[in-house]
């Protein structure tokens, strides 16, 4: 097992966020993760300390509760520091419990603390830890990184055996990082001589940095008018002006925090007009302990009480202005949102390969949620694949489709109106990359017609009736699918999943091999990513349909690096239940056997004798599936649908999905209450289920 210890080079480093998001990079490469900070540091009696708090709310690690910096302090004026290394050594442990990898994070050195470096490198050594080195970059020279690095080597007792390597934080986007790096090498001989690897330069992201504009509110201490999306929107831009409407105009923009005194109310006016447009502002906050005429509240009274936060200030501009200058950009405990949008972007920018490098073989062959994902936009990379979006106006959908260009995740197809669709990003906030394709259907709609009639016409179909069809963009796009325009279908966001599954049933239908349409979800789980089928489509399949989802599942799951043992639930496990029921079940389970040996199935099967170890060895103690089931497969859409929602909701699980299983070509449903991120790792689904179907 591996242990690294991170130690910062100065004050603010951002230890925090890079050792989250080292172990998110870590996990990503299949490794079982442990984390531990042993000594809480700025955390508030009544708060929680933030590292281990983020860990195991996002990370979902069990990290021991660190030492409180009293306790420490108490250990160090009795000179008991083996005292306090034994306890550290015993949270260390803790986090060491089954695990391939240890993350430590030590001490921010300040004023306050002047003995944190004498702590970290005591705690690195006990711990016989490689110590990994953590610096901003944003205001130093790269001669002045190089000698910060010179003295942490020798603090860290000069041995180039226990120093893994360096991180850069906050570096410039204009910088080149191997140049960067080259010079800091070429400033110091020390480094030279260790020959210290860069293992990671985050480049610096003014995004990262937006609090919500609750955080504002609870920070100015200011009155609530009206709350409207204040947990959910977030303070991108400041505008402070008392200046005439036709010259802030151009800053009413997404993200903006419109400051201004309470009876500017030709601001007010404006402000309100924008957010009546769609433009998602991040609020208003009105100065000088004053507000706007009743009159003109009245006549704002939509926007105030839709999703514009308004706020209010007993404090003049001039005192407002310089409280939001010097707010803290810590990220608040509560908002997991934008912690876990730092983690994923610091774990993008580090070296895992060669952090994997310097760990051994990880214990048991799994797929974590991390891996799960970062294996998904890989292989939809790889993939490069061309997705139809017929909900093209929708703003989650562009949303999307924006971050997949970005991402060169998928090449999307919006179906839509080109005014409609630039209007709606604009509103959003968002900059359409040039390369994402924008088709009206006005324009292009008769040249399906034929094709459609062609492939319908046993079923009576004729130009008009086509015609009218085709006004359906969901119709549409299953067309451009059929005719080979496209590699994937995404939709589902406005639509229902009749909507989306019936044209692609009557115009792309199933595949030779399948006896019909199904659908899995990929359920994120803490530990491990686990497949459930059929949660979506086939009400009561019959035992040989049910087979044919089951090998669907599991051809579906070893595709995304899932190894798929198969467990074919019911109420009652192996021989111990009777019941057309249970029959149903032990019967499919016989055929999927026949039809595909080199699968590993077992069932029937209850639910916690396939997902839970002991149970599984107490009720079937010879089954190869039993407590280690990785595909769960439910006897009808009531039982599977139902447990789904049920681990989703009760356990706060992510789930991707539906994917649907069986037709030639692939078709994917989204919930209408999907996420942005819901509808990306949708259309990486979507893309690589083509880019399986071509090979």
């Known amino acids: 097992m591996q242990t690294f210890f991170l130690a910062p080079l100065g004050f603010d480093a951002g230890l925090t966020s890079v050792a989250l998001g080292m172990i998110r990079a870590l996990e990503q490469a299949g490794l079982r993760v442990g984390f531990v900070k042993p000594i809480a540091q700025g955390a508030g009696h009544h708060e929680p300390e933030r590292s281990t708090h983020f860990a195991r709310a996002i990370c979902h690690l069990t990290s021991p509760e660190p030492l409180t910096m009293e306790r420490v302090e108490h250990f160090l004026s009795q000179g008991q520091v083996d005292q306090l290394m034994e306890e550290v050594v015993s949270l260390y442990q803790q986090a060491a ?6 993350i430590v994070e030590g001490l921010v ?27 901003a970059a944003d205001k130093l020279a790269s001669h002045e990184i190089a000698e910060q690095l010179e003295i942490s080597i ?5 041995d180039h055996g226990s120093i893994a390597g360096y991180i850069l934080n906050r570096v410039s986007k204009q910088h080149d990082t191997a140049q960067m790096a080259l010079e800091i090498l070429e400033s110091s001989q020390t480094l030279q001589h260790n020959r210290l690897p860069l293992l990671g330069a985050i480049p610096f992201e003014p995004e990262l940095l937006a609090p919500r504009t609750l955080d504002v509110a609870n920070y100015l201490k200011a009155r609530l008018v009206h709350a409207g999306q204040m947990t959910r929107r977030r303070v991108r831009s400041t505008v402070i002006t008392a200046r005439t409407v036709p010259n802030i105009v151009h800053l009413l923009k997404p993200g903006a925090l419109i400051v201004t005194p309470g009876d500017r109310e030709d601001i007010v006016l404006a402000t309100a ?17 004053a507000m706007p005429d009743p009159r ?9 009480t839709s999703g514009l936060p308004v706020l209010a200030s007993e404090s003049n501009t001039l005192e407002t202005t310089s409280l939001l200058t010097n707010m803290s950009l810590q990220v608040p405990a509560d908002d997991l949102e934008r912690m876990e949008q730092v983690i994923g972007f610091v774990a993008e920018h580090l070296d895992g390969k060669a952090l994997r490098g310097r760990v051994g073989a990880p214990r048991e062959h799994r797929l974590p949620p991390p891996a799960f994902r970062f294996q998904l936009m890989e292989k939809a990379r790889q993939a490069n694949k061309r997705i139809v979006l017929p909900e093209g106006n929708e703003p989650r959908t562009i949303k999307a489709a924006a971050i997949c260009h970005e991402k060169r995740i998928a090449h999307c197809v919006l179906i839509g109106s080109r005014a409609e669709i630039e209007q709606v990003a604009e509103a959003q906030g968002v900059v359409l990359p040039a390369d994402v394709e924008i088709m009206d259907p006005n324009e292009v709609r008769g040249r399906y017609v034929a094709p459609m009639v062609e492939r319908r016409k046993n079923k009576g179909l004729n130009a008009p009736m086509a015609e009218q069809q085709l006004e359906d963009n969901v119709v549409l796009g299953t067309m451009m699918l059929a005719l080979n325009e496209v590699d994937g279908l995404v939709s589902g966001a406005v639509h229902t999943t009749a909507n989306t599954i019936r044209p692609a049933l009557q115009l792309i239908k199933t595949s030779p091999e399948a006896k019909l349409v199904s659908s899995v979800f990929f359920m994120l789980m803490p530990e491990q990513v ?11 399949p019959s035992a040989d349909e049910l087979a044919d989802i089951a090998i669907q ?9 899932i190894p798929p043992r198969v467990a074919m639930i019911s109420y009652s496990t192996g021989s111990s239940g009777s019941g057309s029921d249970v029959e149903k079940v032990r019967e499919a389970t016989r055929i999927a056997r026949t039809k595909r040996p080199d699968l590993i199935i077992d069932g029937p099967m209850q639910y916690d004798a396939a997902s839970v170890e002991s149970v599984g060895r107490q009720k079937a103690p010879d089954s190869p599936v039993a407590g280690r089931a990785t ?19 009760s356990a706060n699980v992510v789930s991707v999905g539906p994917m649907l299983q069986g037709l030639r070509k692939p078709v994917n449903d989204l919930s209408r209450g999907a996420l942005v991120d819901d509808i990306v790792y949708t259309i990486a689904l979507t893309a690589i289920q083509a880019d399986q179907k071509a090979h």
């Open 154 to 158: 020798q603090a860290f007792g000069g």
């Open 553 to 561: 599942s599991a051809d579906s799951a070893a595709a995304f690096g």
């Open 530 to 540: 686990l497949v459930y089928g059929d949660c979506a489509v086939n009400p009561d």
């Open 97 to 102: 419990r089954n695990v391939d990898v240890v």
């Open 109 to 135: 050195p300040d004023q306050k603390h002047p003995y944190s470096t004498f702590l970290n490198t005591r705690i690195a050594r006990n711990l016989q830890a490689q110590t990994i080195l953590v610096g």
């Open 273 to 289: 007009m924008a957010s009546m447009n769609g433009v998602p502002l991040a609020g208003l906050l009105l100065t000088c302990d």
């Open 296 to 304: 003109i509240q009245q006549l704002c009274h939509q926007a105030f």
């Open 631 to 649: 595909v769960f497969v439910f006897p009808e859409l009531n039982t599977g649908n139902t447990t789904y929602k049920a681990v989703q909701r």
